[in-house]
């Protein structure tokens, strides 16, 4: 059966379960945007075998309530920084992407315009652009004082609490979603985010890749009822809503006009060093009694704008962005990997394609800052044995295959 056949189908197919559930419509809608980005994964492709079927068998588990998650992969990942992640089964997945599918339109009039995580024209660009926005209107274009107060959670997403969360994500639902199938999503919420894949998951690598990492960075030692996998679109989705009401106590209660989130890393520009300085014990016991979450003890950061912002891989400093230490530090890791691949060997075309897009993620990256000099610094200097396969385009904006490159 093909994806148009199985549409075709769905009035009929729909006509056996009356009461209020998940559609096949939606499943598929689902679906499509889950294997987007994970379509050439294992777990992907066997489901995409008989994807119709995988899909029929998911709608009838979640309307009858007997669908429960799969069991996750857990491993560890060295960049941008060390992290433990889960990545669910690729049904799971869809779940997921119905979830949100359903609820963030609902979330995006709830938000604040400065929540940059997951979210459409929202990303780390668009936050170090605010920032850069913020400092000029402060500073009245850097004519007068102004500071920038830089903070984070310790261990976020292993202390969100997924009882209280659900809680008020169950409220939310009571009020602004009006689908018939409410109790449905509500229980749904409930399975994926009362769901331990640390208690049943499949661990990829070695236990030594955990060696490192602190314990209030793994969902193996979060508290009882919390902590959310990292990896999955709920979990950040849900994490941009847990914050929700410390978004809008900041902007609101305490009447902070420039102020801006990406996921846990938030901060605030005001024209009183004194004032920020006060917000801090606020802002503590805010996210303490509200949200049962800790602000990091040591990565609060208090400056004039004039000493430049370390934010969300890039530097802020008054008319100029530099692109961050990190990035360029892994931008010359990756270039160092591929030179290893290209060595003594003829590349394959994946291979190729893979230096290609590799290279030009970095390069895409840094296109947005004053990085020119910097760009034909790195690709020069350090690129080798590509240039028989590929080469760079006038400005090192790009990497371009050469016709035949394998």
């Known amino acids: 059966m093909r994806a148009h056949d199985l549409t075709v189908g769905l009035d009929e197919l729909e006509l056996v379960y009356p009461t209020p559930g998940v559609t096949l419509a939606e499943l598929l809608q689902a679906y499509y945007g889950c294997r987007r980005n994970k379509r050439n994964t294992m777990n992907a492709l066997a489901f995409e075998v008989d994807y119709e079927s995988e899909l029929l068998a998911l709608r009838d588990e979640i309307n009858s309530g007997s669908y429960v998650p ?82 984070d959670i310790r261990g976020f997403f292993m202390h969100i609490n997924a009882r209280r969360l659900f809680s008020r994500l169950s409220d939310f639902i009571d009020v602004e979603y009006v689908g018939a199938d409410s109790a449905m999503l509500k229980n749904l919420c409930e399975i994926v985010l009362m ?26 030692y979060s508290p009882a009822d919390c902590g959310l996998p990292i990896g999955n679109l709920s979990s950040q ?31 605030l520009v005001h024209e009183s060093r004194e004032h920020l300085t006060s917000l801090i014990p606020v802002l503590r016991n805010f996210l303490a009694n509200e949200l049962a979450l800790e602000l990091h003890p040591k990565k609060i950061y208090l400056q004039h704008y004039s000493h430049g912002v370390r934010y969300l891989g890039a530097v802020v400093k008054p008319n100029r962005m530099y692109v961050g230490k990190r990035t360029k530090g892994n931008f010359y890791d990756s270039i160092m990997r591929h030179n290893a691949v290209v060595a ?7 291979e ?39 080469h760079t385009n006038g400005d090192v904006s790009k990497i371009v295959l050469r016709p035949n490159a394998s």
Request: glycine share 8%; proline share 3%; aromatic share 16%.
């Open 237 to 267: 989705v849900f994490a941009n809503f847990y914050l929700n009401i410390f978004d809008h106590f900041v902007k609101h209660d305490l009447g902070l006009k420039y102020y801006g989130r990406y996921v846990d890393d938030f901060v």
């Open 352 to 390: 190729c394609e893979a230096f290609r897009a590799s290279v030009n993620s970095y390069l895409g990256v840094m296109g947005h800052f004053d990085t020119r000099r910097l760009r034909r610094s790195m690709v020069g200097k350090h690129v080798r044995g590509w240039w028989k396969y590929a």
């Open 195 to 220: 769901n331990k894949p640390s208690e049943n998951c499949v661990i990829r690598g070695k236990p030594s890749d955990w060696d490192g990492l602190p314990k209030d960075k793994s969902l193996f």
């Open 70 to 151: 799969g069991r996750s992969v857990a491993f560890v990942v060295d960049k941008p920084v060390k992290r433990e992640i889960f990545a669910a089964d690729f049904r799971d997945r869809v779940v997921h992407h119905l979830i949100i599918n359903k609820l963030n339109p609902l979330f995006e009039h709830e938000f604040i315009y400065d929540s940059y995580a997951c979210r459409v024209g929202k990303g780390t660009l668009f936050g170090i652009n605010r920032l850069d926005s913020f400092i000029r209107r402060c500073s009245q274009n850097y004519s007068r004082d102004c500071y920038v107060l830089k903070l």
């Open 344 to 350: 003594g060997h003829v590349p394959s075309n994946a």
